[in-house]
C-alpha cells in the first residue's frame, strides 16, 4: 500500500513524523511552474478552459486537488501530534 493511502495515525505507528512530512510532499508540474495565466487557480483554470488548453487545465486541477489533500492531511497530523 502506498503512504498516500494509508491514515496519517496509522502512519505514525511506523514511520518517524519527518517521513510522514516527506510522504506528503506534492511536485508542481511543469504546467503549473510555466503557467502563462495568473490568477487564484480557479481564474487560471477558467482561462485555460476558454483556450481549450487541456494539458494546463488537468495540471491545474490536479495540483489545486493534491494541495488541499495535503493541507488537510497536515491538519490531521497537527490535530494528532497536539493530543
Do not use: F
Not at 16 to 42: A, D, F, Q, R
Not at 47 to 55: G, L
Amino acid at each position: 500500500m502506498e503512504p498516500e493511502a494509508e491514515s496519517i495515525s496509522d502512519m505514525l505507528t511506523h514511520v518517524s513524523i519527518k517521513e510522514v512530512y516527506e510522504t506528503l510532499e506534492v511536485y508542481i508540474p511543469e504546467e503549473v511552474k510555466y503557467c502563462p495565466y495568473i490568477g487564484s487557480y480557479e481564474q487560471m483554470i477558467s482561462k485555460a478552459i476558454s483556450e481549450r488548453n487541456i494539458p494546463v487545465v488537468r495540471s491545474l486541477i490536479w495540483y489545486r486537488d493534491s494541495m488541499n489533500g495535503r493541507k488537510k492531511k497536515i491538519k490531521e497530523l497537527h490535530t494528532i501530534l497536539q493530543n
